[in-house]
């Protein structure tokens, strides 16, 4: 354990909470951690519908993503250098803002984490059924949700085992794609493929209407960096290593991320747009054009193990933590805050498999629909973390550095308001309701509790310092 382990866990009391969550995650474990969570090989599914909504500029598309999540980032790092708690948004702007406020944050991005590991087994059932036809998509969902419950259950150094295989898997193919591409470029083997700038800028194409276009792509093709944020009690760093974390974990992605589309793009060989039979697969296409289809196969598979597994662990354990997090501060049911002798929350990593394994035998064949929802949960926490920071910096704090508390979340702000504004209704209704659902939920532990937060009497320690006191007075 590192020697700023300590430092950490005092950091932690001083909030009014004991240690119980297992401090074993170094800042490359949180940054091996983001990385899985946003998936080195995402590109690989919806290549074929970025390259017809982006007149076939991908890696422009995520150009602009990071640039733009570059601003969250930043926010993000702020906060949970000011609050290193596991509650993420939940804390960020219930300290920063206010707590009723804190809590409609965390229950929003409580949806996004919620669905998003249905969304990933649903994903990599429907794959798995392509591979498979004649198993139901159901079976391999629920096989998914049993494997990935049994290495959270199992404590955090399964789950950092895990990240580091499947890490190391989805390099490997990066590496892999990148050859085969070069190769096949060279040789010709894909006639009037060419490795060209055009793919990163067109002067010809771009206008104000494609690069918005590429900005509400690109913005949620990022989502899963602020899972980080989620471990910050698990961490052995000091207080800025989960924000170190979040922005290079966010720009190792990004780099892949252009790398792989820009290859595929050149092989794509001036393709005008995808036809409605290969959208959905047109990188698996593109690969079997340009090395064979037992290549495009095998991408295929380590594409649903990348999702059905790795990303759906990570997913899991940051949602964990987030209802941890929310229920010692009596404001979901108290179980969910029991750690057992692994020092893993139990309670809330089977609720979160109950909830994915409901939903999966549910929304089977719905990706379009989970994906909006899941969508808008994310992006309204990141509207009020934006907020939050100005307000706990500017106001609570009176911070002169303007560019970080003031202009880098105002810009966060409107690049995420607008993405949000331009959201699918079935997403604003969705997420509306969910608000409401919220509302109830508040209500109901606000008048248990007679309206106080904070840590529970068995998570507060003898002594809380200046933090903790904080908590209390609220």
Known sequence: ????????????????????????????????????????????????????AASGMVPLVYLTGVVAMIFTAL?????????????????????????????FAGW???????????????????SMAGIFPDVPQWIWAVAFVLINTLINVAGIGSIKLANRVMLVIQLAFVVIFVVIAMVALNAGTV??????????????????????????????????FDGISTMAEESTGDRKSGGRAMIIALLVVAVLFITQTWFASAL?????????????????VLVAQAAGSGWATAFLAVNVI??????????????????????RDRRLPA????????????AAILLVSGVSLVLVLFFVGQIAVISSLVNFGALLGFLLLHVSVAVYYLGKKKSKNYLLHLVV????????????LNADITAKIGGIVWLVVGGIVYAIFARKNGGATGPLPEHATATAGEGGGEVASR
Do not use: C
């Open 1 to 52: 354990m590192s020697n700023t382990a300590p430092e950490a866990q005092q950091s932690l009391e001083s909030f009014g909470y004991k240690q119980e969550l297992k401090r074993s995650m170094s800042t490359l474990d949180l940054v091996v951690y983001g990385l899985v969570f946003m998936v080195p090989i995402a590109p690989w599914a919806i290549f074929g519908v970025v390259y017809n």
């Open 75 to 103: 926010a993000y790092a702020q906060m949970s250098k000011a609050f290193p708690l596991a509650g993420s948004v939940f804390s960020y702007v219930g300290r920063g803002l206010h707590p009723t406020v804190g809590f």
């Open 108 to 126: 929003a991005i409580l949806l996004d984490y919620l669905l998003v590991p249905t969304l990933l087994y649903v994903f990599a059932a429907s």
């Open 191 to 224: 006639p009037g493929a060419e490795f060209t700038i055009a793919p990163l800028w067109d002067a010809d194409k771009v206008n104000p209407a494609l690069i918005a276009t590429a900005l509400s792509i690109a913005v949620l093709s990022f989502l899963g």
């Open 268 to 284: 794509a060989a001036g393709t005008i747009s995808f036809g409605d039979d290969e959208v959905n697969n047109a990188f698996f």
């Open 306 to 327: 990348a999702v059905g597994i790795a990303n759906a662990v990570a997913a899991q354990a940051a949602t964990s933590r987030l209802l941890y997090s929310m229920s």
């Open 335 to 346: 179980f969910l805050s029991k750690v057992n002798s692994r020092q893993v929350p139990m």
């Open 409 to 420: 979340p105002l810009i966060g702000f409107l690049i995420i308001g607008y993405v949000l």
